[in-house]
Structures are given as structure tokens and as C-alpha cells.
């Protein structure tokens, strides 16, 4: 069988919307949008932050939803913003006092410090400004102190920094594209190295090692926004990887948090 790989790595054109940037004292970047995970795809950004330090509101909205698990994100906040949207922050130490105060009177009732409770709406739920403290970072859940930032659209993962200055316009650069034949399947295989463009030609299944860099403002790995696998003129695969939606199809996405 003949299949032509085709990759579409396309610069971000979205406006940058008026967010304030959530982790005011550092924009260092430990982890991107839609890198590659043991189980998943990572669906935000990891920012550093190595000693507790303020989380604030994004734009003026509600508590939408707190968590505290063992592992995962550990202590976490789901705030909806003014325009719909929901910013995720995770791996937190703590909250606000009167969040705390709730999450407390939560814990009590339940019985347990694993807690998760949501608001219905923005009238019962605690409002804030933009610019208020939320919570502090660190290093609840899995992985050393650092700080988790999603913007979801629903149920829709969306890569947080189309919503930030400086905006991001340049294409992503494909670097590499290696090929693993189901009889290569394992770990410590890297696979075959493939020209970009090129036709593969292969009777058994056949898998892709993808990695992309943007050389934008930010510099951080990157990924295609779509990849489309055609046999001729029929499409026989099609994925956008930078659009991670938690309610779709379950594969690699099952294990998201």
C-alpha cells in the first residue's frame, strides 16, 4: 500500500485577547501545548515555579470548579473567564482564604481531603476581578513544583498562549518524520528517518514519529495542525493535534486528566 503523509503546520492567526498573564512572576515555559506525554497529550502549558507565588484572575469571572487529588494536577482551580471560556490552574499549594474556607468545610463533610465540587453558576458561585489572587502555585499532584495553565472551550483543550502578547505568527518548522512498521513496535525503537513529502510504501501498519520547534516568539516545541494520511485521492486518516478535545474519540486522549 502507497499512503502520502501530508502535515499542515500553520501559524497561529487568532488575535491575542485581553488575558492577563496568570503566573505574574514568571512566563519560563517548562512545558507546551500538546507535548507528547507517557499516557497523553499535555493539554496546557507548565510554567516554572519553584516556591509559591500568586495565581491571578485572568479577566473577571467565577469559581467554576476546585479539586484536591492525591495525584494528577493535585490541588486545582477551574475559573471561567468573562467570555465563556475556562482557565485550568493546577499543582497548587493553596487557595484563597475564603476557598480555603470552603474546600475546609468540604473536606469536613465528605470525610476526606480528595474533594470535587463545582458551582452552577455564576450567582451562587464566588466572583473575582481580574488581577484578584486565586491561589498560590506548588507542587500538589504529580511532578515537582511547577505551575499547570490550561484555557478550554468547553470540553476543548486550546493552546493558552493564542490568548497572550507577543502574538505567535510564524509556522511551525516540521524538523523530523520517522516511520515504525508494526514489526518495529517498541519502546526504544526511533524508527526509520522520512523525507518530508515523500510516499510510503508498506503492507503492515505504520506509525509516526512527528517533531516540529516554533521558532516564534515563545521557542518551544510545537506541534502540526493537522496531519492527514491520503491512499490517492481517499483521505484515510485525519487528526489535528493542536485542538485536544476531552469528549472525543478515546484513544491516546482517555487518560487526560
Known amino acids: ?24 512572576s514568571s512566563q519560563y515555559l517548562t512545558g507546551g501545548f500538546a507535548d507528547s506525554r ?11 515555579a519553584q516556591s ?34 475556562t482557565a485550568v490552574y493546577g499543582h497548587l499549594s493553596k487557595f484563597q482564604p475564603s476557598l480555603e474556607a470552603m474546600l475546609r468545610d468540604s473536606q469536613i463533610v ?3 481531603s480528595r474533594v470535587d465540587f463545582s458551582f452552577g453558576d455564576s450567582i451562587s458561585a464566588p466572583r473575582f ?53 508494526s514489526r518495529d513496535f517498541t519502546p526504544w525503537s526511533s524508527g526509520t528517518s522520512v523525507a518530508i513529502g515523500s510516499t510510503i510504501h508498506s503492507d503492515n501498519a505504520v506509525a509516526f514519529l512527528i517533531q516540529c520547534y516554533d521558532p516564534g516568539p515563545w521557542g518551544r516545541n510545537a506541534v502540526p495542525s493537522a496531519i492527514r494520511v491520503r491512499k490517492g485521492d481517499e483521505l484515510l486518516y485525519e487528526v489535528f493535534p493542536a485542538r485536544i478535545d476531552l469528549l472525543g474519540e478515546k484513544d491516546i486522549y482517555e487518560q487526560l486528566v
Open 1 to 24: 500500500m502507497a499512503a502520502i503523509l501530508i502535515l499542515l503546520a500553520l501559524a497561529q492567526t487568532l488575535s491575542a485577547a485581553e488575558y492577563l498573564w496568570p503566573l505574574p
Open 38 to 48: 507517557p499516557e497523553h497529550f499535555h493539554g496546557g502549558v507548565d510554567l516554572r
Open 52 to 85: 509559591p507565588q500568586p495565581v491571578i484572575a485572568p479577566t473577571d469571572g467565577w469559581i467554576e470548579r476546585i479539586a484536591v487529588t492525591p495525584t494528577g494536577y493535585g490541588r486545582t482551580l477551574y475559573f471561567r473567564s468573562s467570555d465563556g471560556k
Open 110 to 112: 465528605k470525610g476526606t
Open 129 to 181: 476581578l481580574a488581577g484578584e489572587t486565586l491561589a498560590h502555585t506548588g507542587s500538589t499532584g504529580r511532578g515537582p513544583a511547577h505551575f499547570h495553565f490550561e484555557i478550554r472551550d468547553g470540553a476543548v483543550q486550546l493552546d493558552p498562549l493564542q490568548f497572550y502578547e507577543p502574538v505567535d505568527k510564524q509556522a511551525p518548522v516540521i524538523v523530523s518524520i520517522h516511520k515504525l512498521e
